[in-house]
């Protein structure tokens, strides 16, 4: 285990779906709830346009901790979206760790455009998880570092 | 088995000479005994250089996505584990499978080049192979085996059969495998996390990313491929780290996730003797796992498991089994 500086901040990407994930975090905006800055929102139109490559690429350029957030399973907007993500996601978070990478890492959380209080309790719960595992090192490209 | 041989170049010459085909793919001798290479041949002249033995290793499915769409109809042969790739490709449109003539062949596995050498053996004169052990002649020198010490490992685990042919050539039956093909990922799903990264660095880090694997992958057949991307950024850029192309491993395997039939031409092509076959076998024994058994190219219809779903499927935070 790698020794964590004392004011180490993580840097997060979440991925949020348009139709649910992204409204819940204005709710949680719009409600007062907080949210740790140190997590990125990339708003897309569905869980399932996250290609993997997308979550590798994260790394690559120096996120700490990747989260897709998308629809509860049988509320997508195109009806089925989450669902093709969800094996995509399964196959890429078990490959990650059969290499050793910490899993926890990457996540799959499921919050609806109503679930404020969930995405804001999410996404603290995941920066702590994040901040506590330290530096992505074992994903890192230094040839992307500056 | 060497009558093998014989009856596939008379195949050969008998579907050219009556206009069946316009032309050949097939295995044809390299200048050291073992460097068999895929080529096409065109005229029965063509086909002295026509060889089927044990070191026919190479799948020739992916040669027919340029050699369908040709004029004339293309004679080829197909081993066990080709004929998977071949209804793969065919599913996904990638072959023209009415300019196509199928001769399944049998076999019994092929040699694996990077064991004989450790053996000893630079150079082959011949090779005399039976069902269970094979004999190579070296420098005058007779060199006797039994098929596991031999293999590529892709075939010493090879439980394919015959699948998709307008002809069969096959004298034996198949033999059957003494090892389980998941083995290894099981070893390694066993580790703590530390010793798979531990493991997984020492392998990935000889990676001289010379693209073999994906050249010679029959499911890495896009036009365009994502790793032909000069905006990367790093394209151009020498490795600072000597792990830094695991992300390129873990790509080349997830795109081939559900489609990848388990040929082993990764691991077999790769200069640097990296297993690459147990990336793409995690993935297969994850589907089977999660998603139910599943054997990509058994048949040209049936949709893949990341084209499919079920309302019940396990979520991405369960998915890791017994791992540690």
Request: net charge neutral; hydrophobic share 35%.
């Amino acid at each position: 285990m790698q020794e964590i500086k004392k004011d180490y901040k993580p840097l997060i990407v979440a991925f949020c779906c348009n139709w649910c994930s992204y409204a819940g975090a204005d709710l949680a905006g719009s409600s007062r709830l907080s949210y740790p800055a140190e997590v990125k929102i990339i708003r897309v139109p569905c869980s399932c346009r996250v290609n993997p490559t997308f979550i590798l690429k994260a790394f690559q350029r120096g996120a700490d901790g990747v989260i897709i957030c998308g629809c509860h399973p049988g509320d997508c907007h195109y009806t089925s979206g989450n669902y093709f993500a969800r094996r995509r996601m399964s196959l890429l978070f078990s490959m990650l760790d059969y290499l050793g990478i910490e899993r926890e890492r990457t996540r799959v959380e499921w919050v609806s455009a109503a679930e404020g209080a969930k995405f804001s309790a999410v996404m603290n719960d995941f920066a702590k998880t994040v901040t506590e595992l330290g530096e992505n090192k074992r994903l890192e490209d230094l040839r992307c570092k500056n | 088995m060497q009558k093998l041989n014989e009856l596939a170049l008379e195949k050969a010459k008998t579907l050219l000479a009556n206009g069946t085909v316009a032309r050949v793919l097939g295995w044809k001798k390299g200048e050291l005994g073992y460097d068999l290479e895929p080529a096409v041949f065109y005229s029965e002249s063509d086909l002295e250089g026509f060889i089927y033995n044990a070191f026919s290793g190479a799948n020739l499915s992916k040669y027919l996505i340029e050699e369908s769409k040709k004029e004339g109809k293309v004679l080829v042969f197909l081993k066990p584990c080709d004929s998977y790739s071949f209804n793969q490709l065919v599913k996904e449109h990638r072959i023209v499978k009415e300019n196509v003539y199928t001769v399944g062949i049998e076999c019994q596995g092929k040699l694996d080049v990077k064991k004989l050498k450790e053996k000893g053996i630079e150079i082959v004169d011949g090779v005399i192979e039976n069902v269970d052990d094979v004999t190579v002649i070296s420098l005058g020198k007779e060199y006797n085996f039994v098929k596991e010490e031999v293999l590529l490992g892709k075939c010493s685990v090879c439980e394919k059969h015959l699948l998709s042919y307008d002809e069969v050539i096959s004298l034996h039956d198949k033999r059957t495998p003494k090892l389980d093909r998941f083995e290894i990922v099981k070893k390694l799903e066993a580790m703590t996390a530390d010793e798979r990264y531990a493991f997984w660095k020492g392998e990935l880090s000889k990676c001289i990313r010379c693209n073999a694997c994906r050249n010679v992958c029959p499911a890495c057949n896009c036009l365009k491929c994502v790793f032909d991307n000069d905006a990367s950024g790093i394209a151009s850029k020498a490795n600072s780290d000597s792990f830094e192309e695991k992300l390129f491993h873990i790509i080349r395997a997830f795109h081939v996730a559900g489609r990848c039939t388990d040929c082993g031409e990764c691991s077999r092509v790769c200069p640097q003797a990296i297993p690459l076959h147990l990336l793409n076998r995690k993935f297969i024994s994850d589907i089977n796992r999660l998603y139910g058994e599943f054997q990509a190219g058994e048949d040209d219809v049936t949709k893949g498991p990341l084209t499919a779903y079920t309302t019940g499927d396990a979520e991405p935070s369960e998915v890791f089994g017994g791992n540690k």
